[in-house]
């Protein structure tokens, strides 16, 4: 009797011992973390981006997703995915020049690949065979990544419309990016489908309209985490872009 | 007599062990086996969606440390000031917080695969567990961060980070807004609404 209520006491004491202590152990991994609030952060465009996040949260909820939503009823998942693949395709330009900016030259050159195999095999980039086949994966840069790969700071935070949470940094980025997206270039020309500008435009809303319609659940279980959904979105925002310019 | 109660005490301390620590050698081979049982969970359609994050929470409780996690995400500062009790029902909220949002990760899991990819010491109490998410070809990153206890070999996880962005830090970052404008009432009501859906609603 006496054995057995030894042995229990020496292991609950052992158990007690073990016990994490938090409190102690805690002090330096707050360290880790950083204050990022408004105050703390520099977000001179506070105001303005709350009430942009506002308007964008409201085109989403209320015109986007039952647009998309519509979309995918009509529309099989398959064909919405090719639709995806052929406009990833198009994009080819803007992975290529800043891989090569940023001095990636097997990410280039497998861009390259990629672009050739899936636009003649993959019947203008409707399939991925490149991934599918030949286990070639994207790289995606812009040129945002690109500048902060040289060093570039992420200036203030800027919540554009529709486009959604930017920087100084990346909307200098977009500017860049704009020349190399074959989209910019739809215009009237007897040889286009499209004639005129409203329907280039029409193009890339049918872009944001797919592509949303693949997305809608994984957004809107990401927004079920927000508490506040502007230093939410922004923190996800920032911390995304660092790790990618980090890769 | 000695040699029984000697056995007795040694076969105690095997159980405390295995009970609760989980060494540094041990980190990866018990992720790995727990993540393919977790993964076997999720693929199980027989078992409802309370039923499988259930079982799932159930393995993985014992590496969380909840208390550090719901600390972290307000700030010592602010922690120190609440009383006891405060600080219970906060982490307790935050737990149920954090588990909700997991189960709701749930309906768009699919067919992916995990795999470890590898296990880093950053310095002697840090531990980076990486792992990777495969997706149509995808691949997303998810680190465990791991923290050494102020008990020699023992590591916790107080952090998730997924795809670059840690899971601590955005609530932090939220918690922080929120206190500069509200009393720390305020946040527990925030934190108890079922569906945080009245964001845009904020008060500004």
């Known amino acids: 009797m006496r054995l057995l ?4 006491f020496f292991s609950l004491s052992l158990l007690w ?3 994490p202590t938090p409190q102690q152990a805690s002090e330096d991994v707050e360290t880790e973390f950083a204050d990022k609030t408004s105050e703390a952060l520099f977000d001179p465009l506070e105001g303005y981006n709350r009430f942009m996040t506002d308007v964008n949260d409201h085109f989403y909820e209320y015109l986007l997703r039952p647009t998309a939503q519509g979309y995918a009823y009509l529309v099989p998942e398959s064909a919405r ?10 994009f080819f330009p803007i992975r290529f020049v800043n891989n090569l900016l940023q001095f990636k030259w097997l990410n280039a050159f497998e861009e390259s690949e990629r672009f050739v195999l899936n636009s003649t095999m993959g019947i203008l980039g409707f399939r ?4 599918e086949e030949l286990h070639i994966y994207a790289h995606d840069e812009d040129f945002g990544q690109t500048l902060g790969a040289y060093g570039v700071g992420s200036g203030f935070h800027i919540v554009l419309p529709i486009i959604g949470p930017s920087n100084a940094r990346d909307l200098v980025g977009l500017a860049g990016d704009y020349w190399l997206n074959p989209l910019t270039y739809i215009e009237a020309r007897d040889a286009n489908m499209v004639d005129n500008t409203a329907e280039s435009l029409g193009v890339t809303a049918f872009y944001m309209i797919n592509r949303t319609s693949l997305h809608v659940n994984e957004y809107d279980s990401l927004k079920k985490d927000a508490i506040e959904l502007y230093p939410f979105l922004r923190d996800i925002y920032e911390s995304r872009r660092n790790k990618l310019i980090s890769e | 007599m000695l040699q029984k109660l000697l056995s007795g005490i040694w076969v105690m301390l095997v159980c405390a062990h295995s009970l609760l620590a989980l060494p540094e050698s041990d980190i990866t081979p018990f992720m790995r086996s727990n993540i393919d049982l977790a993964t076997s969970i999720l693929r199980n359609t027989h078992l409802s969606k309370p039923e499988r994050s259930g079982k799932i929470f159930a393995i993985f409780d014992s590496v969380f440390d909840y208390t550090l996690m719901a600390k972290l995400s307000i700030g010592a500062k602010q922690w120190e000031s609440l009383s006891s009790e405060k600080q219970h029902e906060f982490t307790k909220l935050f737990e149920m917080r954090l588990k909700n949002s997991y189960m709701e990760k749930l309906d768009l899991y699919t067919d992916e695969k995990i795999v470890i990819k590898n296990l880093e010491k950053i310095k002697d109490t840090r531990i980076h567990l990486t792992t990777h998410l495969m997706k149509n070809g995808e691949v997303y990153e998810i680190i465990y961060k791991f923290y050494k206890t102020a008990n020699a070999g023992e590591w916790m996880i107080y952090d998730v980070d997924i795809l670059g962005v840690s899971i601590i830090q955005t609530y932090r970052t939220q918690f922080a807004e929120i206190l500069a404008k509200e009393p720390f009432d305020q946040l527990l009501a925030r934190l108890k609404e079922p569906e945080p ?7 500004q």
Not at chain 1, 81 to 90: D, I, P
Not at chain 1, 128 to 131: N, P, R
Not at chain 2, 197 to 203: I, L, Q, R, V
């Open chain 1, 5 to 8: 209520f030894l042995t229990c």
């Open chain 2, 197 to 203: 859906a009245d964001t845009k609603k904020a008060p």
């Open chain 1, 81 to 90: 995915k090719g639709l995806s693949n052929a406009f990833e395709n198009l």
């Open chain 1, 17 to 19: 011992a073990a016990n």
């Open chain 1, 128 to 131: 991925d065979v490149a991934a």
